[in-house]
């Protein structure tokens, strides 16, 4: 087989300014064996080392002295739409919790949490976004979850879609699972539905 058709080790970058914090969980993580993992104190960090290849999954610490870590979701979510993220918090509340979710967040994990959630939680991550797999799955992964996310963003059911391209029900439900890999007919057809280029979509999922 050939390597770009091999599965690839999943990006884990963790934000967090408690150093003792970063460095167990890069141990962790590390030792798991399936992960590459980046840590960083700052957000600044983050973007920087972010900028040509962001990470796949982010554990992100909500609260970082004087930085708020909803101000880096919206940035993060801004520049790099794709990448999951996992909340991480100390101080967790329900309302905290509402307001995470509303923000488009993979999971939330209350600080201390055991290794097995934390490997739980990245477990269910990496299956929901087809991480870890080859080069063509993730894509129909990726590809299949814009498509579903921009069509939720419209109040849209699979049949107003379906309507609106032409296109079944069940070949819009296999891509959106990322089952199948839409042709380029397909791809127009759902690109000119969601009122977006097909060269826009794809550069959303940065593959």
């Known amino acids: ?22 460095s167990y969980l890069e141990d962790f993580l590390h030792g798991e064996g399936e992960y590459q ?8 960090e983050l973007f920087h080392a972010s900028g040509e290849q962001p990470p796949e999954i982010l554990l992100l610490d ?8 909803e101000d880096v979701l919206e ?19 329900l309302e905290d919790m509402r307001k995470t979710f509303k923000l ?11 290794l097995a959630q934390l490997r739980q939680t990245l477990e269910h991550a990496a299956t929901a976004f087809g991480l870890g797999r080859s080069p063509l799955d993730r894509l129909r992964n990726h590809l299949g979850h814009r498509i579903k996310l921009l069509r939720t963003e419209r109040d849209w059911s699979l049949k107003d879609l379906a309507t609106a391209s032409g296109l079944s029900i069940s070949q819009l439900s296999a891509i959106e699972r990322g089952a199948n890999l839409p042709s380029i007919e397909s791809l127009l057809a759902v690109s000119q539905s969601l009122k977006r280029k097909p060269s826009e979509l794809l550069a959303s999922i940065e593959f």
């Not at 990006?11 to 970063?22: M, S």
């Not at 488009?104 to 055991?114: A, E, N, Q």
């Open 75 to 93: 940035q993060l979510q801004s520049r790099h739409p794709g990448v999951c993220v996992i909340v991480i918090t100390g101080y967790p509340s």
């Open 104 to 114: 488009r967040v993979f999971d939330y994990l209350s600080k201390p949490f055991s």
């Open 37 to 44: 993992v980046e840590t960083f104190a700052h957000p600044d």
């Open 62 to 69: 909500m609260k970082m002295g004087a930085v708020r870590g």
């Open 1 to 22: 087989m050939r390597d770009s058709l091999r599965p690839s080790a999943i990006r884990v970058a963790v934000l967090d300014d408690d150093a003792d914090f970063r």
